[in-house]
């Protein structure tokens, strides 16, 4: 445990603050506030798992109750069929990553710099070009256009990994405590002509969207199973923009541990060799936004980090800055 103090109030602090000051974990606020700093392997748990906690403990310190217990037990029996191994893309990403021995020669050396964006409901609506969607996909989309053209590539789009909860295909209730998060590869269908960004964005939009689709039970079992036997070698993703779904962290009783003190910004941080291109985190934005608004936690090297918040494309989304990094970023 421990603590630190700021003179300044929390509002203040988030307005200036950078990625390595946040990262101090800074406790209290002599003008009102706190903060909470939460840090675990992924090995243990997801964020999913942290939030429960922060929940839970809220709940204790407020009321002396649990109010959504955390549920411990065992994940659900195999299901044995005939599908064949060599057929489920979600394995073979993970034994691709787990043989590379060596960082790939074309990780930026820059700082990486995080900031976190506010996106309207109805730019994202916007962005809807068919039913189903989610706000997930689409933002996710954006941001692997975005950052494509900030790494100098034109007509064709980088590598990119979802990082997806995998609870409910699993048949778990969401309270579920345990790593429940899986990291699987976008595999473009066909090569990117598209010239036209908003053309583009439909494509790699559908792309994500064909591989959330057709994620099933059985290709998340048999990776647990691989990794029961298969647990020794680090998984990395590479020189992957890695795109995280945690949008369903939303719930509508407010996080409290007193009475007049609720929380009131959220930041998450996925440290490692698993974002080594760049990470995007998407999650659910305040309520009253709108059912399709996110917020977006982007963490760039500082020169790519520019080039995306001038992107046109970015910038007809309208979105708005909850973290204040510009003059980290200017440096």
Same mark, same amino acid.
């Given at each position: ?8 109030t929390?509002?203040e ?35 999913v ?22 549920? @411990? ?6 299901? @044995? ?13 993970y ?20 900031i976190?964006?506010? @996106? ?44 997806l ?9 969401q ?52 990794l ?11 020189s992957?923009?890695?795109c ?12 409290m ?11 998450c941080?996925?440290?490692g ?15 009253g ?7 977006v936690?982007?963490s760039?090297?500082?020169r790519?980090?520019v080039?995306v ?8 989304f ?12 200017n440096?």
């Amino acid at each position: 445990m421990i603590e630190a103090r700021a003179t300044r109030t929390v509002e203040e602090w988030r307005r200036s603050v950078t990625r390595e000051e946040e990262l101090k974990l800074v406790t209290e606020f002599e003008s009102g506030g706190l903060a909470i700093g939460l840090s675990c392997t992924h090995l243990l748990a997801d964020p999913v798992c942290a939030m429960m906690f922060i929940r839970t403990w809220a709940d204790l310190t407020l009321t002396r109750n649990m109010m959504t217990p955390p549920l @411990f037990h065992s994940l659900p029996p195999r299901r @044995f069929s005939n599908h064949k191994l060599s057929n489920n893309q979600l394995l073979s990403h993970y034994i691709r990553s787990c043989s590379l021995t060596a960082p790939p020669p074309n990780i930026t050396e820059d700082r990486m710099v995080t900031i976190t964006l506010l @996106f309207p409901d109805p730019m994202v609506q916007s962005g809807e070009n068919e039913p189903g969607l989610t706000g997930f996909e689409i933002l996710s989309g954006l941001f692997c256009v975005c950052v494509s053209r900030a790494k100098g590539k034109r007509n064709e789009l980088m590598d990119m990994s979802l990082c997806l909860d995998v609870r409910k295909l699993l048949r778990l209730d969401q309270s579920y405590f345990g790593n429940c998060m899986v990291y699987h590869k976008v595999h473009y269908s066909k090569p990117v002509k598209a010239i036209d960004r908003l053309l583009l964005l439909s494509y790699v939009v559908q792309e994500i969207h064909n591989v959330t689709k057709r994620l099933d039970y059985h290709a998340v079992m048999d990776l647990v199973e691989w990794l029961g036997r298969n647990n020794k070698n680090p998984i990395s993703n590479g020189s992957d923009l890695v795109c995280t779904n945690l949008e369903n962290m939303g719930n509508p009783r407010p996080i409290m541990f007193e009475e007049d003190l609720m929380l009131s910004h959220l930041s998450c941080y996925v440290e490692g060799p698993v974002a080594g291109g760049g990470q995007v985190i998407v999650l659910p934005s305040p309520s009253g936004e709108g059912p399709m608004s996110r917020v977006v936690m982007i963490s760039l090297p500082q020169r790519e980090m520019v080039k995306v918040l001038e992107d046109e494309l970015l910038q007809s989304f309208s979105p708005v800055v909850l973290m204040e990094t510009t003059k980290q970023i200017n440096q």
